[in-house]
């Protein structure tokens, strides 16, 4: 009641762990709650404190512009990022908020509306939607304590008309273009939202993916879950693939689904369709080791790439994940050839071994005899 506006400029403020700069804050009191006019590089509205947080009453954003980025990797930031797992929920403000352009650790998700709200329990994210020219994003969850510790759970459904442009906006390696994507993920970990979670990821992610091409790229880019291992076959195994198209590998559809389980995701019916060739996937892909375990079998037309792949030597005698994978897809891989190919290592340099097809698999076999016709 006695305190006037308030007008400061702060050269550096930390706000629940994401850092701002240069930043002036006009402060007003309006009876129960402060409203504050913001002012900088990365926020600019309007936001309004309710004097008693623990009563349910939000604090509401209006923002124009709202960046969101982690403290520097300083030796207090870690520790205190550290420290971020075992915030307690239930001690932080209910928040409602709406940003015309929201940006989250240099990722662009364009104009934002959230509602949190307090739950005994922790937190209730009741609704987060995101939209831009690029794709639209939908979240709900919860950030409850369970057990004695803060566990997130979050329900996220992705969609897209230009996936390219789509995961440039979220700072992803721009290697895929689709005209129409689908990710539906329901995932959870212990701790908070601001701690890394590759490690503890946990849940189940379907993913679909419409017309277009996994172009040709160079190692490393191995976030999207192993598809773009797919992408190194051609040029790994030295088969040409500029029958197809001269800017990668083109396909009608791309379908998947992963279980994430301790920052691994696992996939056995991860299928990629082409006008050329088809491609199954079953494995394994390492979130936070960064690596690969998969078995790959390409299908294609004889006359095509895949005659290449049967010229080259045979590997070692079948793995025991041929002979899943071939059932997986026997009725999925339309192609006549077939050839069955073994991933592992790491994203920056995955290994490629060819290995044997299973006994009985006729497109095999049919490729076999062929390549001795010849």
Same mark, same amino acid.
């Given at each position: 009641?006695?305190?006037?506006?308030?007008?400061?400029?702060?050269?550096?403020?930390?706000?629940?762990?994401?850092?701002?700069?240069?930043?002036?804050? $006009?402060?007003?009191?309006?009876?129960?709650?402060?409203?504050?006019?913001?002012?900088?590089?990365?926020?600019?509205?309007?936001?309004?404190?309710?004097?008693?947080?623990?009563?349910?009453?939000?604090?509401?954003?209006?923002? $124009?512009?709202?960046?969101?980025?982690?403290?520097?990797?300083?030796?207090?930031?870690?520790?205190?990022?550290?420290?971020?797992?075992?915030?307690?929920?239930?001690?932080?403000?209910?928040?409602?908020?709406?940003?015309?352009?929201?940006?989250?650790?240099?990722?662009?998700?364009?104009?934002?509306?959230?509602?949190?709200?307090?739950?005994?329990?922790?937190?209730?994210?009741?609704?987060?939607?995101?939209?831009?020219?690029?794709?639209?994003?939908?979240?709900?969850?919860?950030?409850?304590?369970?057990?004695?510790?803060?566990?997130?759970?979050?329900?996220?459904?992705?969609?897209?008309?230009?996936?390219?442009?789509?995961?440039?906006?979220?700072?992803?390696?721009?290697?895929?273009?689709?005209?129409?994507?689908?990710?539906?993920?329901?995932?959870?970990?212990?701790?908070?939202?601001?701690?890394?979670?590759?490690?503890?990821?946990?849940?189940?992610?379907?993913?679909?993916?419409?017309?277009?091409?996994?172009?040709?790229?160079?190692?490393?880019?191995?976030?999207?879950?192993?598809?773009?291992?797919?992408?190194?076959?051609?040029?790994?195994?030295?088969?040409?693939?500029?029958?197809?198209?001269?800017?990668?590998?083109?396909?009608?559809?791309?379908?998947?689904?992963?279980?994430?389980?301790?920052?691994?995701?696992?996939?056995?019916?991860?299928?990629?369709?082409?006008?050329?060739?088809?491609?199954?996937?079953?494995?394994?892909?390492?979130?936070?080791?960064?690596?690969?375990?998969?078995?790959?079998?390409?299908?294609?037309?004889?006359?095509?790439?895949?005659?290449?792949?049967?010229?080259?030597?045979?590997?070692?005698?079948?793995?025991?994940?041929?002979?899943?994978?071939?059932?997986?897809?026997?009725?999925?891989?339309?192609?006549?050839?077939?050839?069955?190919?073994?991933?592992?290592?790491?994203?920056?340099?995955?290994?490629?071994?060819?290995?044997?097809?299973?006994?009985?698999?006729?497109?095999?076999?049919?490729?076999?005899? $062929?390549?001795?016709?010849?």
């Amino acid at each position: 009641d006695w305190l006037g506006p308030v007008d400061v400029h702060l050269d550096r403020a930390t706000i629940f762990g994401f850092e701002f700069r240069d930043v002036i804050a $006009k402060l007003r009191s309006e009876g129960d709650l402060w409203r504050v006019a913001v002012t900088g590089p990365q926020a600019e509205g309007q936001v309004a404190v309710p004097d008693n947080l623990t009563r349910g009453r939000p604090i509401v954003l209006d923002m $124009k512009r709202l960046q969101l980025t982690r403290e520097e990797s300083s030796p207090a930031a870690v520790a205190k990022a550290t420290a971020d797992v075992q915030i307690d929920p239930r001690t932080l403000p209910a928040i409602s908020a709406v940003a015309e352009d929201f940006t989250w650790q240099s990722r662009h998700f364009g104009r934002l509306v959230a509602a949190i709200s307090r739950d005994p329990r922790g937190l209730n994210i009741d609704s987060i939607a995101t939209t831009s020219p690029a794709f639209d994003l939908l979240a709900n969850g919860s950030w409850w304590m369970e057990q004695g510790a803060p566990r997130m759970r979050i329900e996220v459904l992705l969609t897209s008309t230009d996936f390219s442009a789509a995961a440039r906006a979220l700072a992803f390696r721009d290697a895929i273009d689709a005209s129409k994507a689908r990710f539906a993920a329901n995932l959870w970990w212990p701790g908070g939202p601001s701690m890394d979670v590759l490690k503890t990821l946990n849940g189940t992610l379907h993913v679909s993916l419409e017309d277009g091409r996994l172009r040709d790229i160079e190692p490393g880019a191995g976030r999207m879950l192993g598809l773009l291992s797919v992408a190194q076959l051609p040029r790994r195994l030295a088969l040409d693939f500029r029958d197809v198209t001269d800017e990668g590998l083109a396909f009608s559809s791309v379908r998947g689904d992963f279980e994430l389980l301790a920052g691994n995701a696992f996939t056995q019916n991860l299928l990629l369709k082409g006008a050329a060739v088809d491609m199954g996937i079953v494995g394994r892909t390492g979130l936070a080791t960064e690596d690969y375990d998969q078995t790959i079998v390409v299908s294609g037309n004889p006359s095509g790439p895949l005659a290449v792949a049967g010229a080259l030597a045979a590997g070692p005698v079948i793995g025991a994940g041929v002979l899943v994978l071939s059932q997986l897809f026997k009725d999925q891989l339309q192609g006549l050839t077939r050839a069955y190919y073994h991933v592992t290592g790491s994203w920056a340099a995955p290994v490629v071994q060819r290995i044997a097809a299973p006994a009985g698999d006729g497109a095999a076999a049919g490729t076999a005899e $062929k390549q001795r016709e010849n």
